[in-house]
């Protein structure tokens, strides 16, 4: 150890003479000697060291508390005691939520089960889950419901790689929401190559879903008197799903940069188009277009014997401000109010009227 520190100590004091000749010498230097305390990962060492840069502290000095630190690490390491590494700021945060995560486990714990209760209990989610039992039956050749549901995915060219990944998730939710339905609507996936297809491959087992999948475009599959295409910007209102009608949602994810876009090929194409009856049941603060995978719960929840309305609330996320519409029953309100106030009006004017034809009857006589 004495001779390891000799050398070590003729280091040092050679690299004080030298930083009086150069400056870059020493730095060079010092970049050597944090090596040699590296091992110990003590921050006294480093500050040694720093104040050797700032020309601080005469040599002797330097050397005394650098043979100290020497000394200490080699008995460490002789010992066979592991030195203990000093972690950063941003680790030592780590380490406390990483406590703290495994302190409130239990307590996370309590709250799903509770949550789970509830939303077992909740009548509105009965639509919508089935046990693992029914779920092993709950497939579309043994549903009640015959009501057809495509995805057209013949906009790979409206899209970049990270959209086409995006769709291809909602489409994979929509099957998740299928699957669990009590009464699973026909459920298509058209024009599923390019693209989509690399995407969609990305899904082990997908081949092997309840989905009917198809590379055509859904106009040489279906008949076209039957299509229904669904859009925002449609004028058509859609009051009633009907059984042997398709419902065509366009799979396209593009943040509003090609608005209307459905709704333009449809007419293109001399399909008929509708959209669903958003305005008529609810009130919203944002716009009405939806995602895909909110359109497709939305029709299967109202396949399933749900009503527009309560199908729209429960599905349709809090950031969109969906509340229950009622300026409708405020205007029926008011008209009726205008119109007892009209019948007044009359009743008053007409025994006016009376008046003064009885008046005149008085003078003429």
């Excluded at 110990?40 to 000095?61: C, P, R, V």
């Excluded at 699973?184 to 990305?202: C, F, N, R, W």
Aim: proline share 2%; charged share 30%; glycine share 4%.
């Amino acid at each position: 150890m004495d001779t390891e520190w000799q050398l070590f100590s003729n280091d040092i004091d050679q690299s004080v003479v030298k930083k009086e000749e150069s400056e870059l010498e020493v730095s060079n230097y010092l970049v050597g000697v944090q090596t040699c305390v590296k091992e110990s990962s003590d921050s006294s060492s480093l500050q040694t060291i720093n104040s050797l840069n700032n020309g601080k502290g005469n040599a002797e000095e330097i050397n005394c508390k650098l043979k100290n630190e020497y000394q200490c690490v080699q008995k460490t390491e002789m010992s066979g005691i592991p030195v203990p590494p000093v972690l950063s700021k941003s680790a030592l945060k780590k380490l406390k939520k990483k406590e703290l995560w495994e302190q409130r486990k239990k307590e996370r714990r309590i709250r799903e089960k509770e949550k789970r209760k509830k939303k077992r209990l909740d009548p509105s989610h009965s639509l919508s889950t089935v046990t693992r039992k029914q779920l092993k039956n709950a497939t579309m050749a043994n549903s009640s419901c015959k009501v057809a549901v495509v995805v057209d995915l013949s906009f790979d060219s409206f899209m970049d790689e990270k959209s086409i990944a995006k769709c291809v998730k909602q489409i994979c939710r929509c099957y998740s929401i299928n699957r669990r339905a009590a009464n699973p609507v026909q459920y298509h996936i058209t024009s599923l190559d390019g693209a989509s297809l690399t995407e969609m491959s990305k899904n082990s087992g997908y081949l092997n879903w309840d989905v009917n999948l198809h590379d055509k475009h859904f106009t040489d599959i279906f008949s076209k008197e039957k299509i229904i295409y669904l859009t925002a910007e449609s004028e058509n209102v859609i009051e009633k799903i009907e059984d042997d009608h398709i419902y065509i949602i366009g799979g396209l994810v593009d943040h509003n940069s090609h608005k209307g876009l459905c709704h333009r090929l449809a007419v293109e194409k001399d399909l008929r188009h509708g959209r669903l009856p958003i305005g008529e049941n609810i009130d919203m603060k944002t716009r009405k277009v939806l995602t895909i995978d909110h359109v497709f719960n939305i029709m299967v929840n109202v396949c399933n014997g749900q009503k527009w309305k309560e199908a729209l609330l429960q599905v349709l996320p809090a950031r969109k401000g969906a509340q229950e519409k009622i300026a409708d029953e405020n205007l029926d309100d008011e008209e009726d109010y205008d119109a007892e106030e009209d019948f007044d009006a009359n009743n008053e004017k007409s025994s006016v009227d009376e008046m003064d034809s009885c008046e005149t009857d008085l003078i003429t006589t």
